[in-house]
Nanobody
Framework: QVQLVESGGGLVQAGDSLRLSCAAS????????MGWFRQAPGKEREFAAA????????YYADSMKGRFTISRDNAKNTVYLQMNSLKPEDTAVYYC?????????????????WGQGTQVTVSS
C-alpha cells in the first residue's frame, strides 16, 4: 500500500509559481509511477503530469507543457510538481496518485492510490 499526502497549495497571483509536494509512505513507492491530477469545481478530474518509477520519463498534458515540471526523490519518498507562470484557469484541487505498471499514465482510473488533494487558487 501507498499513503499519499499533498502539500504546497495556496493562493497566488497570475504569473507566480508554486511547488507542490506529495509525501508517500509505503514500501511500493519506489516501484510506482506517480501522477498529478487536478479537478476544478464542476469539472472532471484532469491529468496534469506523470513520472515513471525511476524518473526516467515524464509526461504532461498539453496545456501544462513548458510551465509544469514533475520530479521525484525516491530517497525522500516524495514527488514534486513545480508550477510556473500560473494562470487563473490553473485553479483547482491538485491530487497526487500512484500506480504500478507502465502505460496509461494520463488515465486516472489506472491509479491505485490517491492523496486528499491540495487547493491551488490563482487570482487574476
Amino acid at each position: 500500500q501507498v499513503q499519499l499526502v499533498e502539500s504546497g497549495g495556496g493562493l497566488v497571483q497570475a504569473g507566480d509559481s508554486l511547488r507542490l509536494s506529495c509525501a508517500a509512505s509505503g514500501r511500493t513507492f519506489s516501484n510506482s509511477a506517480m501522477g498529478w491530477f487536478r479537478q476544478a469545481p464542476g469539472k472532471e478530474r484532469e491529468f496534469a503530469a506523470a513520472i515513471t518509477w525511476n524518473g526516467g520519463n515524464t509526461y504532461y498534458a498539453d496545456s501544462m507543457k513548458g510551465r509544469f515540471t514533475i520530479s521525484r526523490d525516491n530517497a525522500k519518498n516524495t514527488v514534486y510538481l513545480q508550477m510556473n507562470s500560473l494562470k487563473p484557469e490553473d485553479t483547482a484541487v491538485y491530487y497526487c496518485a500512484a500506480k504500478l505498471g507502465t502505460e496509461n499514465y494520463s488515465n486516472p482510473r489506472k491509479y491505485h492510490y490517491w492523496g486528499q488533494g491540495t487547493q491551488v487558487t490563482v487570482s487574476s
